[in-house]
């Protein structure tokens, strides 16, 4: 089988193109106040050589959009509407798929909870919280909905559990990792992909918003189950105290780094936090 090109990060380009993410709602703010610039990000990383475009929803809740003053019909338009801009640009390109993406309870916290899977929720109450944006999602015209940088077993539960709960929609599921063996929660990523191993509802599981040094051993420890879908970020640090990136990713590194990805197994690649689509189109130049 082919590998699929992922594209990168739809955050970190919409601040190369402007944008002002500097808020809880994130790349979400932009389906309230320029949805033209998402679909533009959509369009270059198709154009970089990318065959899926994930959506602009990991940050795009029903709970979230009410702190704008929208409420639950305003809320689902827009939710609704990353779809349509994904798939605007997927048609504009001549093909590809569109991944929903389905961000983890921590990005609405928006306190960092996604890099450490410390909530204060328990899996039901997670269930609870992911089903509404779920049926959206789910209805809304996506190929597949994209789980992504999920940190705890909780939380994988209970996403196993609503997926299972929807025999109609398809998924990939990805963690966010400490290290090359486990979650950021401290729980073994073979242990967390294990509640999907033989759900033919699942295309992938995999890891993503993790260092690129640790994707070898992941990729080893997923090895002989579902099929792998990787994309890390960068493998720049973050200075919060002055709140900068520090270090430097060089897109033609990161492209070869993902030919062994591919060497390793995996066979869904591309980028998430400061990716770009220079990232993406080493990627597939490497892959190719």
């Known amino acids: 089988m082919s590998t699929i090109v992922l594209d990168g990060g739809l955050s970190t380009h919409l601040e190369t193109l402007g944008a002002d993410l500097s808020d809880e709602l994130w790349s979400a703010r932009l389906l309230l106040e320029d949805p033209a610039l998402i679909r533009r990000v959509h369009a270059d990383y198709f154009a970089a050589g990318a065959t899926v475009a994930t959506t602009a929803s990991y940050q795009a809740t029903i709970q979230g959009f009410a702190t704008r003053g929208l409420d639950v019909a305003g809320a689902e338009r827009l939710i609704r509407l990353s779809v349509e801009l994904a798939a605007q640009a997927r048609d504009e390109a001549g093909g590809g798929l569109v991944a929903a993406s389905v961000g983890p309870y921590g990005a609405f916290l928006a306190n960092g909870a996604e890099y450490t899977g410390d909530y204060d929720l328990d899996e039901d109450a997670l269930l609870d919280w992911h089903r509404p944006r779920w049926e959206i999602l789910g209805s809304a015209g ?3 909905l994209a789980c992504e940088t999920i940190p705890s077993y909780p ?6 559990r609503l997926i299972a709960e929807t025999p109609s929609v398809k998924a990939w599921v990805s963690f966010s990792c400490r290290d090359a ?7 073994p990523i073979a242990q ?3 509640l999907f191993t033989g759900n033919p509802q699942v295309v992938a599981v995999g890891v993503n918003c993790t260092a690129p040094r640790h994707i070898p051993g992941l990729i080893a420890r997923l090895a002989g189950g ?4 990787v994309y890390p970020n960068s493998g720049e640090s973050w200075d919060a105290e002055n709140r900068r990136w520090l270090g430097l990713a060089d897109p ?3 492209g070869q780094a993902a030919k062994e990805w591919q060497e390793a ?3 869904m690649i591309g980028g998430c936090c400061r990716t770009t689509p220079e990232h993406i189109r080493q990627v597939h130049a490497h892959l190719s």
């Open 181 to 187: 063996e486990r979650l950021n929660d401290g729980t």
């Open 155 to 160: 939380e994988a539960r209970a996403l196993a």
């Open 252 to 254: 033609v590194e990161y």
């Open 226 to 229: 579902l099929p792998v879908v």
């Open 265 to 267: 197994g995996a066979s």
């Open 142 to 144: 996506a190929d597949l």
């Open 192 to 194: 967390a992909a294990a």
